[in-house]
T-cell receptor
Framework: DAGVTQSPTHLIKTRGQQVTLRCSPI?????VSWYQQVLGQGPQFIFQ???????GRGNFPDRFSARQFPNYSSELNVNALLLGDSALYLC???????????????FGEGSRLTVL | KNEVEQSPQNLTAQEGEFITINCSYS?????LHWLQQHPGGGIVSLFM???GKKKHGRLIATINIQEKHSSLHITASHPRDSAVYIC????????????FGAGTRLTVKP
């Protein structure tokens, strides 16, 4: 069975541009979460979608947005890119919710974004 | 003070040594997660535990809920265990808002 897939794996953008990152969850998983990991730090929660509804949002500006499609895949959009947006963006899918103790997270390989 | 703190930040061991990585947290409900991140960036879930102890192969995870502390042990360490180990706890009941430690970078030398 395919794991969580993310695309693109690497991309380079310039300041002010916009980027769209994509994630396909494990078949049967209805939850997709997005995390940003800056070099040398642990990941930080950006968004979660469960059954196509936003279930949580981390402390990120409105330049960050996301959506989940009927097939449970998801896109993360970042507008007006800043140098500080350079990071590894990780997508994780789960059957349930981590907060309820039933949401083991399955991560993709990540999309590494460099903003110049 | 970070919500999730790990120690040590970096750890170098000789093959065969017993490894311990510690995680202390001030937030978090339900189960604590131990994750492994390889140099390419991909993260693998190792354990999800809410009490006691779990074992998988050479890996053992323990948790003390009252003290808000968890440890990950690796017995008979091997160079392929070299990776960053991250602990994470859920911060909310109804979503996947996880708080992550900064990670412990383990290098096992042959």
């Amino acid at each position: 069975d395919a794991g969580v897939t993310q695309s693109p794996t690497h991309l380079i953008k310039t300041r002010g541009q916009q980027v769209t990152l994509r994630c396909s969850p494990i078949s049967g998983h209805k939850s997709v979460s997005w995390y940003q990991q800056v070099l040398g730090q642990g990941p930080q929660f950006i968004f979660q979608y469960y059954e196509k509804e936003e279930r949580g949002r981390g402390n990120f500006p409105d330049r960050f947005s996301a959506r989940q499609f009927p097939n449970y895949s998801s896109e993360l959009n970042v507008n007006a890119l800043l140098l500080g947006d350079s990071a590894l963006y990780l997508c994780a899918s789960s059957l349930g919710l981590a907060g309820r103790g039933v949401g083991e997270l399955f991560f993709g390989e990540g999309s590494r974004l460099t903003v110049l | 003070k970070n919500e999730v703190e790990q120690s040590p930040q970096n750890l170098t061991a000789q093959e065969g040594e017993f490894i311990t990585i510690n995680c202390s947290y001030s937030v978090g409900i339900s189960a604590l997660h131990w994750l492994q991140q390889h140099p390419g960036g991909g993260i693998v879930s190792l354990f999800m535990l809410s009490s006691g102890k779990k074992k998988h192969g050479r890996l053992i995870a323990t948790i003390n809920i009252q003290e808000k502390h968890s440890s990950l042990h690796i017995t008979a360490s091997h160079p392929r265990d070299s990776a960053v180990y991250i602990c994470a706890v859920p911060a909310a009941w109804d979503n996947n808002d996880m708080r992550f430690g900064a990670g412990t970078r383990l290098t096992v030398k042959p």
